[in-house]
């Protein structure tokens, strides 16, 4: 069991560090949400219990926030519900003092879905990698904690690449320069 965690760890790691690769916020989510699905059956499979369900939350938020330009979507009360969510299932499916890395990731993780751009998207999730490296640790999950460093240079290379050096994406750069007034 503990092979087949470690395999579908190192599939969620290669994937979550694409992630913040994605010029868009939108590409950045979608992949998320594949990662997220994994990483929920990689904990489950280590019996981390705590980081499964907070993955397992995350995934529904992920996608509920993927429709963020919808009319339907009422940003304040999503993340007011999450956040009692996440609250509620930390103390329910409390494991000692390692469960408050992820509790407090999927806090920071809550309240950065509702930074639209994405410099500022990245720079605030930034914090959660930290905290489920320490989780990863502490849950004896190689993959996971090998995927928060990568994620980590990920999105430090992403910040640098599109928000310091305000490189364009390469889809972008080949458009001409009416295409891009368009936008």
């Not at 965690?5 to 790691?13: C, D, H, T």
């Not at 994605?22 to 981390?48: C, D, E, N």
């Amino acid at each position: 069991m503990e092979t087949l965690a470690m395999i579908i760890g190192y599939f969620g790691m290669g994937i979550l560090f694409l992630s913040y690769q994605m010029p868009k916020k939108r590409q950045i989510v979608v992949l998320q949400i594949a990662a997220i699905s994994i990483f929920t059956a990689h904990y489950f499979l280590l019996g981390g219990y705590t980081g499964a369900i907070m993955n397992l939350i995350a995934l529904s938020k992920t996608v509920l926030y993927y429709f963020e330009n919808k009319p339907w979507f009422k940003n304040v009360l999503f993340t007011a519900v999450y956040l009692v969510i996440i609250s509620v299932t930390g103390v329910l499916t409390w494991q000692g003092y390692r469960s408050v890395f992820p509790i407090i990731a999927m806090f920071v993780h809550t309240l950065a879905y509702n930074v639209k751009n994405e410099k500022w998207f990245r720079i605030c999730m930034f914090p959660t990698s930290p905290l489920w490296m320490a989780y990863a640790v502490m849950t004896g999950s190689t993959p996971a904690f090998i995927g928060e460093v990568l994620t980590t240079t990920s999105m430090l290379s992403a910040i640098i690449r599109y928000d310091v050096l305000k490189l364009k994406p390469r889809a972008a750069a080949n458009k001409t320069e009416d295409e891009n007034k368009a936008e």
